[in-house]
């Protein structure tokens, strides 16, 4: 019977090797373009085995930070418009509306919210940390990798992998669905978390050299040979294997319910697997900056320490050029040092300089997120936030597919698992229940509408009598206006009562009315109740 494992996880073992070397060969093509863009706009991304290492700058080739400066500014941009923690971005609803008005739902719901906001803003979790680092990659190289794995600590934890750490493969459909992640750790960290499921030979090496560096790779793709009414590892829809490289020894083998890792791509090539990004549109522009940037700063030294012109025997000794140095030549000659003309037009060079700047700040999307100025009134406003989301439309719409959705669902789920939640109410069933995200584009539209509806209102209201039996108010659902500016306005769920209770709240202020008065009120008309007489 050990034998028989033992053939089993050297077979899984190779096969995770052989896909591992196939997928390194489809990326390599990837890596000499993605270390051009990080050297040359931000050096601390470079992990495609670049010379970086930790505490250098490696900003050899950088001689303009206007393209760093860009990226930066389009990532905290993306921050604020996609997971800004001042802002409701995730909402959680029932499918249907049969039991989704019910207070304890609308209770239970408002809660699972703040529970999981609370998450997303918590130092533990390390979130806002990390998906800024993730804004940065899918900027810069078009692909960007988050893994969300539960802690028993933090509940959730994610991480920012990077992407040189990263293979992937997409299923018929798109799809990324297969991820390997080769990464290092020491002996020691290896024992400490594998244990005995560890190899001899790391076991050892964490006893005389606990420092030493083991490969160690992450293997997570489609479980395909699976129960699916079963409750073990081996039946979850997403295998998990790790395995040492040097040896092929399989360290654990598990699963996933959800899968862990979030691939999200800027935009995506027909035929291809890996993403592209403005980091990748720019570096063009980029590269010739640098160029221009290095030639200017030459031109200028030229100008301040130009080359000299020596007589060949009219001085004694060394020429000295720097502060105070001493010269001497022979008495009574006419030689004398003189500079060489440099004729450098700077305002030129600067010129062709700013015009490369701006194009790489309209690349990285700069003018879509300047704030815009004062004096903008709110119709304006709209207008103008509209018109941006147009025009970041696709990108974003991509960003909650790939990353946001899968996301927001998976850390739903973790918690409902941990028991994080309150309790579901009674006739609630998890598979009832459905997170989504809300998108600025969704938000800008709500935006609008809400405009739109006070422009209404303040149009009709010159013709807006209140003692008419026949009001255009009758023209109008009322209530589902007011629970609809409810939810445009991000009120919580649980400040509406449910339908049955307005009804009943009404039926009641009926009964406790005059009499006559009643009568008068579904009439449409105003009844003073001291008096009992309608207006």
């Given at each position: 019977?050990?034998?028989?494992?033992?053939?089993?996880?050297?077979?899984?073992?190779?096969?995770?090797?052989?896909?591992?070397?196939?997928?390194?060969?489809?990326?390599?093509?990837?890596?000499?373009?993605?270390?051009?863009?990080?050297?040359?706009?931000?050096?601390?991304?470079?992990?495609?085995?670049?010379?970086?290492?930790?505490?250098?700058?490696?900003?050899?080739?950088?001689?303009?930070?206007?393209?760093?400066?860009?990226?930066?500014?389009?990532?905290?941009?993306?921050?604020?418009?996609?997971?800004?923690?001042?802002?409701?971005?995730?909402?959680?609803?029932?499918?249907?509306?049969?039991?989704?008005?019910?207070?304890?739902?609308?209770?239970?719901?408002?809660?699972?919210?703040?529970?999981?906001?609370?998450?997303?803003?918590?130092?533990?979790?390390?979130?806002?940390?990390?998906?800024?680092?993730?804004?940065?990659?899918?900027?810069?190289?078009?692909?960007?990798?988050?893994?969300?794995?539960?802690?028993?600590?933090?509940?959730?934890?994610?991480?920012?992998?990077?992407?040189?750490?990263?293979?992937?493969?997409?299923?018929?459909?798109?799809?990324?669905?297969?991820?390997?992640?080769?990464?290092?750790?020491?002996?020691?960290?290896?024992?400490?978390?594998?244990?005995?499921?560890?190899?001899?030979?790391?076991?050892?090496?964490?006893?005389?050299?606990?420092?030493?560096?083991?490969?160690?790779?992450?293997?997570?793709?489609?479980?395909?040979?699976?129960?699916?009414?079963?409750?073990?590892?081996?039946?979850?829809?997403?295998?998990?294997?790790?395995?040492?490289?040097?040896?092929?020894?399989?360290?654990?083998?598990?699963?996933?319910?959800?899968?862990?890792?979030?691939?999200?791509?800027?935009?995506?090539?027909?035929?291809?697997?890996?993403?592209?990004?403005?980091?990748?549109?720019?570096?063009?522009?980029?590269?010739?900056?640098?160029?221009?940037?290095?030639?200017?700063?030459?031109?200028?030294?030229?100008?301040?320490?130009?080359?000299?012109?020596?007589?060949?025997?009219?001085?004694?000794?060394?020429?000295?050029?720097?502060?105070?140095?001493?010269?001497?030549?022979?008495?009574?000659?006419?030689?004398?040092?003189?500079?060489?003309?440099?004729?450098?037009?700077?305002?030129?060079?600067?010129?062709?300089?700013?015009?490369?700047?701006?194009?790489?700040?309209?690349?990285?999307?700069?003018?879509q997120f300047t704030p815009e100025g004062p004096?903008?009134?709110?119709?304006?406003?709209?207008?103008?936030?509209?018109?941006?989301?147009?025009?970041?439309?696709?990108?974003?719409?991509?960003?909650?597919?790939?990353?946001?959705?899968?996301?927001?669902?998976?850390?739903?789920?973790?918690?409902?698992?941990?028991?994080?939640?309150?309790?579901?109410?009674?006739?609630?069933?998890?598979?009832?229940?459905?997170?989504?995200?809300?998108?600025?584009?969704?938000?800008?539209?709500?935006?609008?509408?809400?405009?739109?509806?006070?422009?209404?209102?303040?149009?009709?209201?010159?013709?807006?009598?209140?003692?008419?039996?026949?009001?255009?108010?009758?023209?109008?659902?009322?209530?589902?206006?007011?629970?609809?500016?409810a939810e445009m306005f991000g009120t919580p769920?649980?400040?509406?009562?449910?339908?049955?209770?307005?009804?009943?709240?009404?039926?009641?202020?009926?009964?406790?009315?005059?009499?006559?008065?009643?009568?008068?009120?579904?009439?449409?008309?105003?009844?003073?109740?001291?008096?009992?007489?309608?207006?």
């Open positions: 019977m050990k034998m028989r494992r033992a053939e089993q996880e050297l077979e899984l073992a190779e096969s995770i090797t052989q896909r591992l070397q196939a997928m390194q060969n489809a990326r390599s093509v990837w890596d000499p373009v993605w270390k051009d863009c990080t050297e040359y706009m931000l050096p601390r991304k470079d992990s495609f085995g670049g010379m970086v290492r930790p505490g250098q700058a490696g900003d050899e080739r950088i001689y303009d930070s206007s393209p760093t400066h860009a990226l930066e500014q389009l990532a905290s941009g993306l921050g604020g418009l996609l997971t800004n923690p001042a802002l409701p971005w995730f909402d959680i609803r029932v499918r249907g509306t049969r039991d989704g008005d019910r207070r304890d739902v609308r209770a239970f719901l408002q809660q699972a919210r703040e529970r999981m906001v609370r998450l997303f803003n918590t130092e533990s979790s390390g979130f806002q940390t990390h998906v800024h680092e993730l804004y940065l990659d899918i900027a810069l190289l078009g692909t960007a990798v988050m893994y969300v794995e539960a802690d028993p600590e933090s509940v959730v934890r994610f991480s920012t992998r990077p992407l040189g750490e990263i293979y992937v493969a997409e299923n018929v459909r798109g799809v990324v669905d297969t991820v390997y992640r080769r990464y290092e750790l020491t002996a020691r960290q290896v024992v400490q978390e594998w244990g005995a499921e560890s190899s001899e030979r790391v076991r050892s090496l964490a006893k005389d050299r606990p420092d030493a560096g083991v490969e160690i790779v992450h293997a997570v793709f489609p479980r395909e040979d699976r129960d699916p009414a079963g409750f073990t590892c081996a039946d979850f829809p997403w295998a998990c294997l790790y395995l040492e490289v040097e040896g092929g020894h399989i360290l654990e083998e598990s699963g996933y319910l959800e899968m862990p890792y979030m691939v999200p791509r800027w935009a995506k090539a027909a035929g291809e697997t890996y993403g592209r990004g403005p980091g990748l549109t720019a570096l063009s522009d980029v590269r010739v900056l640098n160029a221009m940037a290095r030639t200017a700063l030459m031109a200028s030294e030229k100008m301040s320490d130009p080359p000299l012109m020596v007589p060949d025997d009219g001085f004694l000794g060394p020429v000295h050029t720097g502060p105070g140095g001493l010269s001497y030549y022979r008495a009574g000659s006419r030689d004398r040092i003189e500079a060489l003309p440099v004729a450098v037009d700077l305002n030129a060079a600067e010129e062709m300089m700013r015009t490369r700047r701006d194009n790489i700040r309209r690349i990285f999307l700069m003018d004096g903008t009134t709110a119709t304006e406003a709209v207008i103008r936030q509209s018109e941006k989301m147009r025009l970041l439309g696709p990108v974003l719409g991509r960003m909650q597919t790939e990353f946001l959705s899968p996301l927001i669902r998976r850390v739903f789920q973790i918690l409902l698992r941990a028991g994080e939640l309150p309790p579901l109410p009674s006739g609630l069933h998890p598979d009832d229940l459905e997170v989504e995200y809300l998108s600025p584009v969704a938000r800008a539209q709500k935006q609008y509408e809400a405009q739109a509806l006070v422009q209404m209102m303040e149009y009709l209201g010159p013709f807006f009598r209140s003692g008419d039996v026949f009001s255009i108010m009758d023209n109008f659902e009322t209530d589902r206006i007011a629970r609809h500016a769920g649980d400040y509406l009562r449910p339908l049955e209770e307005v009804q009943a709240v009404r039926e009641a202020r009926l009964q406790e009315m005059p009499p006559g008065a009643a009568e008068a009120s579904m009439a449409g008309e105003i009844v003073r109740p001291e008096q009992g007489e309608a207006l």
